[in-house]
């Protein structure tokens, strides 16, 4: 239409106007003129203008800055502190792909003996997932107390119980979520896992390339009745463990129907350092122009070694 418009002046094109609609409405008693002096509508059509995308820049940077507040009250939801001892070292890796996030992770001393932790991913982006994410927080029970007592729920337990109630949520819009929580013994160092439709965990131990610790489980939110299985792996000194999203993903590996799945090169450079620096070149890994901007997604890594 505009290149259409370049070749007409405002008096030719409101007398083409005019005429079109005295056509569609079969009358000839319409008078075909300017109705208003063609400079005066320029000038108010510029101001209009100006007017509307004054309005829409506004909106958009209150968007923006609710946006960014919400960013930082979901961080808030996130531990301030890392249960690290003399034994345990834990770092992690935060970074949403746009102001709020589909991922959220937890690291708990639940009593003096056990660790919880986990990374928990919503399908999809932006606040309905940035929400559900708070949801997940609240829904997900470590323990359960009665009278001065307490029980630590082994972790099929949590999977099961943090899907019935997010079954039972009944949310709008389909929204399902993904997890992987862990259970350390930080005396014996037995770690006890399980997963829902999550990436498998992946031990790093020295000397042996980089294994991901399969266990079968489905999405949460789906089948209420669904069952949740765990298993058990002993840890060692200079262990380490990483639990992930799946944002992280292409940044550790990928898989190939022939071989299974494949530790990226780069990945693979980094998993002698101490899991602070490693976390950290892994920051700087994820941050690299290697994925397309269309295709970024929300990255969240919680890693432990055994020291």
Excluded at 39 to 63: F, H, I, P, S
Excluded at 182 to 204: D, F, M
């Amino acid at each position: 239409m505009a290149s259409t418009m370049e070749s007409f002046s405002i008096d030719e094109l409101w007398v083409r106007i005019s005429v079109n609609l005295a056509y569609r409405q079969r009358s000839p008693a319409i008078t075909v003129k300017p109705a208003i002096p063609p400079k005066y509508m320029q000038r108010v059509y510029k101001n209009k203008l100006a007017e509307q995308l004054c309005m829409t820049g506004a909106l958009v940077d209150n968007l923006t800055e609710q946006l960014r507040l919400a960013g930082l009250v979901q961080q808030d939801f996130l531990p301030t502190q890392l249960p690290s001892t003399d034994r345990i070292r834990w770092a992690t890796v935060f970074l949403p792909a746009e102001w709020v996030s589909g991922d959220i992770y937890h690291v708990v001393r639940i009593d003096e003996q056990y660790i919880g932790f986990y990374v928990a991913d919503v399908v999809g982006h932006g606040m309905p997932a940035a929400l559900l994410t708070i949801f997940l927080k609240q829904a997900l029970v470590m323990r359960e107390t009665v009278e001065n007592n307490y029980r630590i729920f082994s972790p099929a337990e949590a999977m099961k119980s943090l899907n019935v109630r997010m079954s039972s949520q009944k949310l709008s819009g389909y929204q399902f979520a993904t997890c992987c929580y862990c259970l350390l013994n930080a005396q014996t160092l037995q770690l006890t896992y399980a997963r829902a439709g999550h990436p498998y965990p992946v031990l790093i131990r020295p000397g042996e390339k980089p294994q991901q610790l399969e266990v079968r489980g489905s999405l949460l939110g789906i089948f209420k009745e669904a069952e949740y299985i765990q298993h058990a792996i002993q840890l060692q000194p200079r262990d380490k463990l990483l639990l992930y999203s799946d944002g992280a993903e292409p940044f550790i590996g990928s898989f190939n129907d022939q071989i299974g799945f494949r530790f990226d090169e780069e990945f693979l450079k980094i998993t002698d350092l101490p899991i602070g620096e490693m976390l950290d070149k892994f920051r700087v890994l994820a941050q690299s122009p290697k994925i397309n901007p269309s295709e970024v997604d929300d990255i969240t890594v919680v890693g432990l070694e055994i020291l």
